[in-house]
């Protein structure tokens, strides 16, 4: 019998013990580095103060608490919240350091559920859903009437995003002085969407009555006047930008979404860095669902209808629909063929 044997194989008067004798009482643990168990518990923050991201640039998020714009901190995510994505429009709650004194951080550490998600892909092929603003309640998709000329295809699929991410879609018309709005408003009259003309000699009293106390982002196509548009709503702006956007290292504000505060109540998003949305991630029940009137005809659709009528689906249940669903059935199909069609500009 070897020494280690002896020394080990033993009881407490020295006897050899048989295989049958041992209990765990017998089994030697080395302590070491692994040795202590990994609670997972994580605290509470009972004492969280909440708050709005109104800025994101490079691991850092402004936010403003209570919903105070003068209120405004800088922070970044709590470790326990790993990847967890954080942003514009998403409500927060937040410990640590919230004087907002310069040179002070906080940390999120949580995110609360999101009423509404404006998605998008990079382009119809891609899987990976980005999630670009959160809990907007309104989307104000900014379209000049001329220089340039108005596409459907971007508004289309605007629509389309709005519908599914349950936000109220709202067609805004800049450069009225150029050419008229009343046709191209009517393009999108049968889908019961508020058109509001906002050109630069236009007042701004209906469309800041809508945006009060609402929390909207703004998307368009570079050069349709949405800067102007921002500038004319939110005066101090430029301002404004400046202070959320100091989150970082000082990177300029114009790939970035940044929410700005109303005078009179509510906030809007800013959304430069859009230019095309990709639909990957939506299918047509999707977009039809958003309507009422139509989400209940296709449920006797027959299976894989695209819901796109004759030739490609002679059997689909919208078209026994009379009166203005049926005429909704042709608007909600043009926004269909826009998916498509893959027609963003």
């Known amino acids: 019998m070897g020494r ?67 209120r405004l901190i800088v922070t970044m995510r709590a470790r326990e919240l790993g990847r967890t994505p954080i942003v514009v429009g998403d409500q927060v709650d937040i410990v640590g350091d919230l004087s907002g004194k310069t040179d002070t951080l906080a940390r999120i ?3 609360s559920e999101r009423s509404t ?18 809990n907007a309640q309104q989307l104000l998709i900014v379209v000049a009437l001329a220089d340039p000329p108005p596409r459907t295809g971007f508004v289309e699929r605007a629509l389309v995003a709005a519908y599914v991410g349950g936000l109220t879609p709202i067609v805004c018309l800049t450069k009225s002085d150029l050419e008229p709005p009343e046709e191209f408003a009517s393009t999108f ?5 508020q058109v509001v ?39 101090d702006a430029n301002r404004a930008v400046g202070i959320v956007s100091g989150v970082g290292k000082g990177r300029h504000t114009s790939t970035q979404s940044v929410a700005l505060p109303l005078a009179g109540g509510g906030w809007v998003i800013d959304t ?9 991630h939506i299918s047509p029940e999707n977009v039809v669902a958003a309507f009422s009137d139509l989400a209940a005809a296709i449920e006797d659709c027959p299976r894989g209808c695209t819901h796109l009528g004759p030739p490609a689906d002679p059997e689909c249940k919208l078209d026994l629909l009379e009166g203005k669903s049926a005429r909704r059935v042709v608007a909600v199909r043009q926004l269909l063929e826009a998916i498509k069609s893959n027609d963003q500009y």
Not at 21 to 35: A, C, F, I, L, N
Not at 206 to 218: P, S
Not at 272 to 280: D, E, K, N, T, V
Request: aromatic share 4%; glycine share 10%; with cysteine.
């Open 189 to 193: 009259a049968d889908l019961d969407i």
């Open 117 to 134: 998600v404006l998605r998008r892909t990079a382009d119809d092929t891609d899987p990976f859903e980005r999630i670009v603003v959160a």
């Open 4 to 70: 280690h044997a002896r020394e080990f194989d033993c009881d407490t008067e020295g006897k050899l013990l048989s295989p049958r004798q041992y209990d765990e009482s017998d089994v030697r643990v080395r302590p070491g580095r692994g040795s202590r168990p990994r609670t997972k518990t994580r605290p509470e923050h009972l004492s969280a103060e909440s708050g709005m991201v109104v800025s994101k640039d490079r691991g850092r998020w402004g936010c403003v608490l209570g919903g105070d714009p003068d």
């Open 272 to 280: 430069p860095g859009i230019r095309s949305f990709g639909l990957a």
């Open 197 to 235: 003309v906002a050109g630069r000699d236009d007042p701004l009293d209906e469309l800041t009555q809508i945006l009060e106390h609402k929390l909207t982002a703004l998307i368009g196509h570079s050069g349709v006047g949405k800067s102007t548009l921002v500038n004319r709503l939110v005066p």
């Open 109 to 111: 550490v949580r995110v």
